[in-house]
């Protein structure tokens, strides 16, 4: 079965670092970009910022640019997103997702495994 | 980066009715456009890509269509499990952006 098995829910501190994870099983976990998500309480989807596990080149959605930081260990097919100094804003769920590609005439992208979701609570 | 955005922002439906969500791009995206289904304490879920694509495994019920800027995500007849918060999303440049989504809840 293919899926994404995400760290369980975590509650900090404003100002402490923390690190999630998801790791990939069922498939070639190279051979798939992990992508990252937040969903803040009663909001919506907000894309973070994706990496390639096969050579670990990353790319973010500005808003989050120089906040997060996504990474990958291929030799545990486990993708990483981590901050160094949370704030209460950060407070939300965070999900990964893997990005598969289909289509006939042309590449489409889309994300179509995803983890249950990390929840991440910062308050004081 | 690409504005989505979702109408309605909510809505209420019967077991059965046809029910249709539009999602407009601040700019033309051709067909790089994803629709997702999210339940309450779930994790949201691939439903149609490319615009019109059906994922593997979704009730042939969904149905999605446009291009350029418009699109649509239509429920033949809605049923029970279809209750939840639907999303579009373009796939066209990043950053990625995803609609505020369109809630579907039981009249």
């Known amino acids: 079965e293919v899926q994404l098995v995400q760290s369980g829910a975590e509650v900090k501190k404003p100002g402490e670092s923390l690190r999630i994870s998801c790791q990939g099983s069922g498939y070639s976990f190279t051979s798939y970009w992990i992508t990252w998500v937040r969903q803040m309480p009663g909001k919506g989807l907000e894309w973070m910022g994706r990496?390639?596990?096969?050579?670990?080149?990353?790319n973010y959605n500005p808003s989050f640019q120089g906040h997060v930081t996504i990474s990958a260990d291929k030799s545990i097919s486990t993708a990483y997103l981590e901050w160094r100094s949370l704030k209460a804003s950060d407070t939300a769920i965070y999900y990964c997702?893997?990005?598969?590609?289909?289509?006939?005439?042309?590449?489409?992208?889309?994300?179509?495994?995803w983890g249950k979701g990390t929840t991440v609570t910062v308050s004081s | 980066d690409i504005q989505m955005t979702q109408s309605p922002s909510s809505l209420s439906a019967s077991l059965g009715d046809r029910v249709t969500v539009t999602c407009r791009a601040s700019q033309s995206i051709s067909s790089y456009l994803n629709w997702y289904q999210q339940k309450p304490g779930k994790a949201p879920k691939l439903l149609i890509y490319a615009a019109s694509s059906l994922q593997s495994g979704v009730p042939s019920r969904f149905s999605g269509s446009g291009s350029g800027t418009d699109f649509t995500l239509t429920i033949s007849s809605l049923q029970p499990e279809d209750f939840g918060t639907y999303y579009c999303?373009?796939?066209?440049?990043?950053?990625?952006?995803f609609g505020q989504g369109t809630k579907v809840e039981s009249k």
């Open positions: 999303q373009q796939s066209y440049s990043t950053p990625r952006t």
């Open positions: 997702a893997r990005r598969g590609s289909g289509g006939t005439y042309a590449t489409y992208y889309y994300m179509d495994v």
């Open positions: 990496i390639d596990p096969s050579d670990s080149y990353s």
